[in-house]
């Protein structure tokens, strides 16, 4: 049994930002930090005082974390990016409304003072004496102090305070791992309602010293406990007035905080089978539970349940067979071929989910190179007449402006070429689709063609397909390249447009250039020629694709398992060393990463031959590196056992905060079973005679900071967790009881209804009474759990507003 806690976010929009640039402009982007760790930043928005970002994000973290801050900053190439302000929400606000926030959010001053992070770690005592009483404070050690200096570290100091008397410890230079192991006394007067005061400082020559947080202590209680000790979270300095808001703008969020208790598998076991027996029978099934789950479930939770229901039928090897039911009950009740799989239905989003799941790296391959080719070019590309701005293109020629006739002409053929490659592209990637994809789309299309056989409609069972691939899948990534991971940054104004006129070419392609769709915008006819030939090419690829046996697809799945799983590659920089003493040097070399369910492995190009760097078997951590060590604040180290049981550490450079925390949470997310994983671990490097973060000169020193290996980023390729999909379809079933209730009862009381037949035990062969069963079995292992029963849905979300 094990509590889950995850963080939704969605970053959308700023608004009325301070100008920081000379032109009266900003840069803005987000850093998001859990606990000052920063583990996402969203992509720049250049010369805006108002940007869009409509990032999400889902982070899985330690159900003890305190809060979460969004920053925004405005980029700066030259100098120090700007700090403009803050928005941050504490655990227990997000806890009280499970809902979430939604909503604007002024923007706050960063106050020095309050950003603070780190423990300390005290001994308390009351000593008793002959005469009087004393109070004995022991300073031990403190770790994750915040850096102050520019270097990443800070010179840390403890001042303790009690009843006017103050004491101070040692400075430790350069370190936010301190070790003072130091005791200080003061005398304790009978009935003194004076606080104790524990506060952390960062010593600096020449300007005054920075405040690391404090902790303040009740004598009264400590005198009545007589002794303290542990770890103590180090809290800001709220004594000073609050200064008022300042015009900093406001950032739009939605933030929801999840936390599940997980139950041991078995618990599950009822549910998932009786769900799989459900998707086994198909439209056989007496009591239809599939279609019961839709009909109860929300619109604005229906992505949700999708994605988990999608993920609990992979993890059971019935994704396949879930989708089919799915295409049956919306085939059943669509009498019009032009609005198939055109709502927001649970088959049209569980399909999303789908496609995201399984295809997004034969996405990558697919359309990649062309998006790619629109980033580099950068052309100015336009076909609406009313929208084409000469002075944007430049001059050709010798120094002619052009004319709107060729802006537009122009911008035809880069538009034709764009498409033209990416159909070409599509057609020749039939191998490469995965089987489990294909398979899918061979049973939609046959169940299309089996629901609409006439000639009129032989085109139907092609758009159904489209309207997923294309419509869904391939046009979304296209106008959004950075919220599928095609591009690292968002598109500027010029680069939008062209990717929004592509998207739009290849949904007209999707739709098989009906006349509907080219009588919405008759300035894309420039673009026909192409369409129409893209129209043929595209149900040649469908025809290929969706022509696969059930041998082949059994094959393509018996050899895919026989390799271990692709979870993450690219390139990464290692960490090398070269001579001994003080001849010793240090670089880092570009190499080809890739992670599998089995080993972290290195090549020089992608396309070299592999050598294995650790057996994911041996990985007993990955963690981040202090800035310090070596100058950037993008370097992890993961810490693994050689073949000869030695303890080994690799530290790799990523390029950016968004790499780092993708390649931490794929290894944690593979490694997070494996025997032996740490505790602790030492932020810094061991250099000379000892360890840059806590100077402690013993090698195999245990570490002198907490392990992070429960924090990760969601990614669509994450490993299935059955546990946790039961438990997400638990509760939301739960929230809906008392709806599938009554349609029990008015099924039980039709006039066709059937006795309710026992099965072996006394167990109702019934399909919905037994689900109704299992999900009481469930509520009952969840109140005889220490964390007691799953709150249910709350009702509403709470707002910020401006």
């Not at 700023?14 to 009266?24: E, H, Q, S, W």
């Not at 019961?292 to 929300?298: D, W």
């Not at 669509?334 to 496609?355: I, Y």
Request: proline share 5%; net charge neutral; charged share 25%.
């Amino acid at each position: 049994m094990a509590k889950r806690s995850s963080l939704f976010i969605r970053i959308v929009e700023g608004k009325n930002l301070p100008a920081k640039d000379i032109t009266g402009s900003s840069d803005p982007y987000c850093i998001v930090k859990v606990d000052h760790e920063p583990i996402i930043r969203t992509a720049t928005v250049w010369k805006t005082l108002c940007p869009f970002w409509g990032e999400e994000y889902q982070v899985h973290l330690l159900p003890t974390f305190h809060s979460v801050a969004f920053y925004v900053m405005d980029e700066d190439a030259l100098s120090r990016d700007d700090v403009i302000g803050k928005v941050c929400l504490t655990r227990d606000t997000l806890a009280t409304h499970p809902k979430g926030f939604s909503g604007w959010a002024h923007l706050t001053e960063v106050d020095p003072d309050e950003e603070v992070q780190g423990e300390i770690h005290l001994r308390l005592e009351v000593v008793l004496g002959t005469r009087a009483c004393r109070l004995r404070c022991s300073v031990l050690e403190a770790r994750d102090l915040a850096p102050k200096d520019r270097n990443g570290a800070s010179d840390p100091f403890v001042r303790v305070r009690y009843n006017g008397r103050t004491q101070e410890t040692s400075i430790v230079k350069k370190s936010r791992y301190p070790r003072w192991n130091e005791t200080f006394e003061f005398e304790l007067e009978e009935g003194a309602a004076e606080a104790l005061c524990v506060e952390a400082w960062d010593w600096d020559l020449v300007s005054r010293n920075d405040f690391l947080g404090k902790v303040v202590f009740n004598v009264q209680r400590l005198r009545a406990a007589q002794q303290e000790e542990g770890w103590f979270r180090l809290q800001p300095d709220q004594s000073k007035s609050r200064r008022e808001e300042g015009n900093l703008g406001s950032l739009q969020l939605e933030v929801r905080l999840r936390d599940e208790m997980v139950l041991p598998s078995g618990c599950y076991q009822p549910l998932v089978q009786l769900l799989c027996h459900e998707v086994k029978l198909g439209t056989q099934s007496p009591g239809q539970l599939i279609l019961l789950i839709e009909e109860t479930t929300s619109t604005e939770c229906r992505q949700d349940v999708a994605t988990t229901l999608l993920k609990l039928f992979l993890g059971q090897g019935l994704a396949k067979d879930f989708l089919d039911l799915l295409f049956q009950l919306e085939l059943g009740r669509t009498s019009e071929a032009n609005t198939l799989f055109r709502s927001n239905s649970l088959a049209s989003k569980s399909m999303e989910s789908f496609l995201k799941v399984a295809g997004m790296r034969y996405l990558h391959g697919v359309l990649g190179p062309i998006i790619d080719r629109v980033f580099e070019e950068k052309k100015y590309v336009e076909l609406d007449p009313s929208k084409v701005e000469v002075k944007d293109v430049g001059c050709s020629g010798l120094h002619r402006p052009q004319t709107e006739a060729e802006v537009l002409e122009q911008s035809a053929q880069t538009l034709r070429a764009h498409l033209g490659a990416l159909l070409s592209s599509l057609s020749r990637s039939v191998r490469a689709c995965p089987a489990v994809v294909r398979a899918t789309f061979r049973q939609l299309f046959r169940r299309v063609r089996e629901r609409f056989p006439s000639a009129q409609d032989e085109n139907v069972p092609f758009i159904a397909v489209t309207s997923f691939l294309c419509l869904r899948f391939i046009s979304p990534a296209i106008m959004a390249p950075k919220l599928f991971h095609l591009r690292e940054r968002h598109a500027d104004a010029r680069t939008s447009r062209t990717l929004l006129l592509l998207a739009k070419a290849v949904q007209n392609v999707g739709n098989m250039d009906t006349p509907a769709s080219r009588a919405k915008e008759a300035w894309m006819e420039p673009l026909q020629p192409t369409v129409r030939q893209g129209v043929a090419q595209l149900k040649d690829f469908i025809t290929k694709l969706v022509d696969i046996q059930e041998k082949e697809e059994l094959d393509l799945q018996r050899a895919l398992s026989l390799q271990a799983p692709l979870v993450k590659e690219g390139p990464l920089f290692i960490h090398k060393t070269k001579g001994k003493g003080p001849l010793m040097s240090s670089s880092f070399k570009k190499l080809h990463f890739s992670l599998t369910t089995e080993a972290l492995s290195f090549a020089k190009t992608p396309s070299s031959k592999k050598s294995t760097l650790i057996k994911l078997a041996h990985l007993r951590a990955a963690e981040k590196v202090e800035e310090k060590s070596f100058g950037s604040s993008h370097v992890m180290q993961v810490i693994y056992t050689d073949d000869a049981g030695r303890s080994q550490t690799a530290y790799l450079q990523c390029k950016c905060v968004n790499e780092l925390n993708q390649w931490l949470s794929a290894l944690r997310k593979v490694s997070i079973n494996n025997t032996g994983l740490l505790g602790s671990y030492h932020p810094g490097v061991f250099r000379g005679d000892k360890w840059s973060c806590c100077h402690q000169r013993d090698k195999t020193d245990l570490g002198c900071d907490k392990t992070r290996s429960r924090v990760t980023l969601q990614e669509w390729n994450d490993p299935l967790d059955h546990d946790l999909e039961a438990q997400l379809i638990y509760r939301h079933l739960l929230g809906v009881e008392a709806t599938l209730r009554e349609k029990h009862r008015q099924l039980s009381a039709g006039p066709e209804a059937a006795p309710v037949l026992t099965g072996p035990g006394g167990a109702p062969e019934d399909p919905v009474a037994q689900l109704l069963q299992v999900l009481q079995d469930l509520r009952e292992a969840h109140r005889s759990s220490p964390a007691g029963s799953p709150p249910l849905e709350p009702s509403r979300v709470l707002e910020l507003q401006t």
